[in-house]
Nanobody, 128 residues
Framework: QQRLVESGGALVHSGDSLRLSCLYS????????IGWFRQVPGKEREGVSS????????YHADSVKGRFAISRDSAKNIVYLQMNNVKPEDPAVYYC?????????????????????WGQGTQVTVSS
């Protein structure tokens, strides 16, 4: 059974760094894409970053490009989201998700409806 558990959410100040963790089980990262999403009340869930190990590719939304990085530690079954220079527009509940991409898919999965398995989320709050 696929399971994803996020952690690392905290209250930080603008300009700080924060690292979120997505501990996964029941899946082999070689076959799955892992994505990070965020959601604020009243808004749709937004894709932030994703990683495709099998295709050696990552994706970052324009809003976080150059500030966020996604990486994995296969020995620990963790995918990280490193958040640098956190901005006032970054607070949200951050979720990680996993899914197997369709055969021949050219880019990491990046939309909410492309993912099958989700964690429960971790809250990031930013104080200016």
């Amino acid at each position: 059974q696929q399971r994803l558990v996020e952690s690392g959410g905290a209250l930080v100040h603008s300009g700080d760094s924060l690292r979120l963790s997505c501990l996964y089980s029941g899946l082999t990262l070689d076959y799955y894409d892992i994505g990070w999403f965020r959601q604020v009340p009243g808004k749709e869930r937004e894709g932030v970053s994703s990683i495709s190990v099998s295709r050696g590719m990552t994706y970052h939304a324009d809003s976080v490009k150059g500030r966020f990085a996604i990486s994995r530690d296969s020995a620990k079954n963790i995918v990280y989201l490193q958040m640098n220079n956190v901005k006032p527009e970054d607070p949200a509940v951050y979720y990680c998700a996993a899914s197997i991409p369709p055969p021949g898919w050219a880019t990491p999965l990046k939309f909410e409806n492309e993912y099958d398995y989700w964690g429960q989320g971790t809250q990031v709050t930013v104080s200016s």
